[in-house]
């Protein structure tokens, strides 16, 4: 099993920039990719990005091309998402999440993994 802890998360502006980290643990060697999603109240958790671990190809949603920065550092088992140009509807709950298995990572079932989440708010 891997151990995620999210950080970073905060209240910003309209046009601001935040950075979210996401420190891995644990079973770190069988990630094969790791993803960012949100979840907005009374919605449904999505996808934002993923990258794979050992290759660093990176994946966005297309609402957040762009403006979303999806990065990885292996050696210190960090997940990182620059977060520039935040729109209103950017706010949510932004889960880290690992997946051993390969393909195109877009849904929350191809995910064994997953922190407690970490709080953007957006304000107009």
């Known amino acids: 099993q891997v151990q995620l802890v999210e950080s970073g998360g905060g209240l910003v502006q309209a046009g601001g920039s935040l950075r979210l980290s996401c420190a891995a643990s644990g079973r770190t060697l069988s990630i094969y990719a790791m993803a960012w999603f949100r979840q907005a109240p009374g919605k449904e958790r999505e996808f934002v990005a993923f990258?794979?671990?050992?290759?660093?190809?990176?994946y966005y949603v297309d609402s957040v091309k762009g403006r979303f920065t999806i990065s990885r550092d292996s050696a210190k088992n960090t997940l990182s998402l620059q977060m520039n140009a935040l729109k209103p509807e950017d706010t949510a709950v932004y889960y880290c999440?690992?997946?051993?298995?390969?393909?195109?990572?877009?849904?929350?079932?191809?995910?064994?993994?997953w922190g407690q989440g970490t709080q953007v708010t957006v304000s107009s």
């Open positions: 999440a690992a997946a051993s298995g390969g393909g195109y990572l877009s849904r929350v079932q191809q995910y064994e993994s």
């Open positions: 990258i794979t671990w050992s290759g660093g190809s990176t």
